[in-house]
């Protein structure tokens, strides 16, 4: 490793002295690559070590999936430290769990039959839009926005938010008396309703202090992405004597379409007047060349906090620069095929059986996906596709399995998981959205307790027999997972699991057979010794990075609980991600196509100072993935399918993108992909990283 153990032990103090910080609040500032979880882990080995009870110190991060890879980070790191013994014992959870035990606690969740769950967007989308549309008798993209205009109320803690998608006091009316009764009957909420119940309760004085937990220590993951009443929940926890520490970065803030406010990390200093501030800027990941690149594009942003990132590779032994390539190519084939050639040509130079150091990132599926997999896949190249967009969003069979593995940690947790009896009701062949909800309605016309009917000898008699067969499969299900455990391997249960499928979810219909073969496939390719829990997790997971954590996770508790580990090589291959999904990972060489004025930025940031100002991160995120070198690419004319999806024309002429202006990188015309000798100058430099 090049970067010298005088630099690695300088950029290690400062996160020390962060972590060590006595103020009542502190915000910790992390630049791509910094050690920001690092740093984490060192604020709670450092409180442990120094009397704090560790069931008081509360970390939050977003996700299950999340809150695990943490967990896990943190009790490794303390493993070697005087509060070993005690790590276990921190609170790690998302904020919404917090919220829900807190109102829990205060007897705030009355009205529901349960512990509330929380709508993921395709229970959203494909649950609750489509419900809510057969009873307002609209299509469901505009109950849609109906919800989402009451969501953002919830989330920005700004009531005019409901103004923006226009909704009428008829589609106000019919929605609260839909989401009344249908949170009811699920035990479930949307996104922002539980901080907002929490704030809500709080500031009306409903939710006394004594309700509250014993919170000594808060410490709050990726804080730019915390939306207005997310911030103002934290506010409030932190009133008394608890001591916050808050960890981000503003210019990685890219979830707009969720609320976050990355002006809560920037103004945090005048929210809390005595608050420290530390600022990482020592970069493990990114060479010289990436760096400065990114740092011009992100300066272009205003109110942001002033930071300058310090490659640690410039001074290293050897430094090692890095390059950025912008290239111009004559049309969207030719840039795929010139991204999966360059991919071979980097094998071949080197980077066999290291192919995952390769990552191509996506700002438009619809236009870039099936080309540069068609590419990739003719030319020979082993690659996989953005998984958490092919999994429980986009396939039945997987949200199946997904709902299954849900009731099964239901029974054996007590969590009760309502939505995931709903979830799995809709997806039986020959029953559909309609009939599930028609079931939902008669259990309110007959006081029947909806996840209690799953548990119950027989359907109802008041059922109507299409209903009672449907409900008589779910029953099914629930009766022949009764004995499995959580903690039971997939590979004892994926042939169970095909069976389900086939015997009761997929019974029927033209596509029974692919639904049950897409989990044959998956199961094929999911380590054996993965429980069904990390599986839970990992279908659940909310993007890229996190799937890639657990995995990580499930490697490593096979490794250390064999007595002699003999590790499976897994076969390494490139990896196409959505800048979304990218954050929080990294690569050797990073391809960034279709770099184009009108798709990224696309049109509707063009028209909206905030959204670009999000894109500009977003591109900024992108190209700091890169440790070696970053190649991006832009086109010079689309035609046909790629003009109309992006301008409905039949010709396009787009010039190249905004930011590559505003990094001040050259463009090259190629009439090729990277030579041989190219790649392998690329590869020595990766070599030395």
């Known amino acids: 490793m090049p970067i010298t153990p005088a630099q690695r032990q300088a950029a290690d103090q400062k996160q020390w002295t962060a972590a060590q910080d006595t103020a009542p609040q502190v915000r910790l500032v992390a ?252 970069c493990f990941r990114c060479t010289p060349a990436i760096l400065s690149a990114a740092d011009r594009l992100i300066q272009r942003n205003p109110a942001r906090i002033a930071k300058t990132m310090v490659p640690l590779y410039a001074n290293a032994s050897p430094p090692v620069q890095g390059r950025v390539h912008v290239w111009q190519l004559p049309s969207p084939q030719q840039e795929a095929q010139f991204i999966a050639l360059s991919c071979r040509e980097l094998i071949n130079a080197g980077m066999a059986n290291r192919e995952d150091e390769i990552l191509v990132l996506i700002c438009n599926r619809k236009l870039q996906l099936d080309l540069i997999t068609k590419a990739l896949r003719d030319n020979k190249v082993p690659f996989e596709p953005p998984k958490a967009l092919s999994f429980v969003d986009e396939h039945e069979a997987i949200r199946a399995v997904y709902s299954v593995l849900r009731i099964l940690r239901d029974q054996k947790s007590g969590e009760e998981d309502y939505p995931a009896y709903r979830d799995l009701l809709g997806l039986l062949s020959g029953v559909g959205q309609k009939t599930a909800k028609d079931i939902g309605d008669a259990c309110i016309t007959n006081n029947q307790n909806f996840r209690e009917m799953f548990y119950l000898a027989a359907p109802p008699a008041w059922l109507a027999s299409r209903g009672a067969t449907a409900v008589n499969r779910v029953i099914q299900v629930c009766s022949a997972i009764s004995g499995w455990a959580m903690d039971d391997s997939v590979s004892a249960h994926a042939k169970d699991i095909e069976a389900i499928l086939a015997a009761q979810v997929f019974s029927s219909g033209a596509k029974a057979t692919t639904h049950v073969g897409v989990w044959t496939t998956l199961a094929g390719g999911l380590p054996g010794d993965m429980t069904l829990d990390e599986l839970c997790l990992f279908l659940g997971a909310g993007n890229e990075s996190e799937q890639e954590a657990i995995l990580k996770a499930v490697a490593e508790r096979v490794a250390g609980s064999s007595p002699t580990p003999t590790p499976t090589p897994t076969p390494k291959k490139v990896r196409i991600l959505t800048m979304h999904g990218a954050k929080g990972l990294s690569g050797s060489v990073v391809f960034i196509p279709a770099a184009e004025q009108g798709i990224i930025p696309n049109f509707k940031a063009l028209k909206a100072t905030g959204l670009l100002i999000e894109q500009r991160r977003l591109f900024y995120v992108s190209a700091t993935r890169t440790k070696a070198c970053c190649i991006i690419t832009h086109n010079g004319t689309r035609t046909g399918f790629q003009a109309q999806a992006v301008a409905n024309k039949p010709v396009l002429r787009l010039g190249r993108s905004q930011f590559l202006n505003e990094m001040s990188v050259p463009t090259v015309k190629r009439s090729g992909p990277l030579t041989a000798s190219e790649a392998q100058s690329i590869v020595a430099e990766i070599n030395n990283l």
């Not at 069931?55 to 430290?81: D, G, H, N």
Request: aromatic share 8%.
């Open 31 to 282: 630049g791509p690559g910094t050690g920001k979880t690092g740093t984490i882990e060192k604020r709670v080995a450092n409180l442990l070590n120094h009397g704090v009870a560790p069931e008081t110190v509360f970390v939050i991060s977003f996700t299950r999936a999340t809150c695990a890879e943490l967990r896990l980070r943190i009790v490794k790191f303390c493993s070697t430290q005087p509060c070993a013994a005690l790590a276990e014992k921190v609170r790690v959870s998302t904020m919404h769990s917090l919220a829900l035990s807190i109102l829990r606690r205060a007897n705030l969740l009355n009205s529901y039959p349960g512990n509330p769950m929380l709508l993921d967007e395709w229970e959203q989308r494909i649950v609750y839009d489509q419900e809510l549309a057969f009873v307002l008798g609209c299509s469901p993209s505009r109950a849609g926005e109906i919800r989402l205009a009451h969501d953002a109320q919830w989330q920005t803690l700004n009531p005019q938010s409901i103004a923006q998608a226009k909704i009428t006091p008829a589609e106000i009316q019919g929605f609260i008396s839909f989401h009344a009764s249908r949170t009811n009957l699920y035990s479930c909420v949307l996104p922002g309703e539980v901080i907002f119940k929490c704030v809500d309760a709080l500031r009306q004085g409903s939710l006394q202090v004594t309700s509250l937990p014993t919170i000594s220590h808060l410490i709050v993951d990726e804080y730019q992405d915390l939306n207005s009443c997310d911030q103002e929940f934290i506010r409030l926890l932190c009133q008394g004597q608890t001591v916050l520490f808050i960890a981000g970065d503003d210019d990685q803030s890219i979830y707009s379409f969720r609320h976050a406010n990355p002006d809560g990390i920037v103004t945090f200093d005048s929210t809390y007047p005595n608050s420290k501030t530390h600022v990482l800027t020592d």
